[in-house]
């Protein structure tokens, strides 16, 4: 069973940062790829970014390219994500995910997808 945990959401002022981390257990998390995803009021679910088991490969959706930065580290089985110059648009819920690859994070293949409870990141303008 894959547990994830996010934390570091909060209420920030436009143009500001957050750090998003994601703690997971129940399985190896080396062997995975980790990606975030966020959900507006009233809309679905986006991919926001992803990050391969190595950490070697890192993919943006086209809105937050240049502003933020998926990371992980393996030895603390945790990913994280660094988000710089927030705008309100970025107001959502921020979910963290994992699968077997990146490609099914970003919606490439079909494949199971593991879900943590998400996280709440209020930007304020």
């Known amino acids: 069973q894959v547990q994830l945990v996010e934390s570091g959401g909060g209420l920030v002022q436009a143009g500001g940062s957050l750090r998003l981390s994601c703690a997971a257990s129940?399985?190896?998390?080396?062997?995975?790829?980790m990606g975030w995803f966020r959900q507006a009021p009233g809309k679905e679910r986006d991919f926001v970014a992803a990050i391969n088991w190595s950490g070697g490969s890192t993919y943006y959706a086209d809105s937050v390219k240049g502003r933020f930065t998926i990371s992980r580290d393996n030895a603390k089985n945790t990913v994280y994500l660094q988000m710089n110059s927030l705008k309100p648009d970025d107001t959502a819920v921020y979910y963290c995910?994992?699968?077997?690859?990146?490609?099914?994070?970003?919606?490439?293949?079909?494949?199971?997808?593991?879900w943590g409870k998400g996280t709440l990141v209020t930007v304020s303008s």
């Open positions: 995910a994992t699968a077997q690859s990146a490609r099914i994070l970003r919606g490439l293949y079909d494949g199971m997808i593991y």
């Open positions: 129940g399985r190896t998390f080396s062997s995975y790829a």
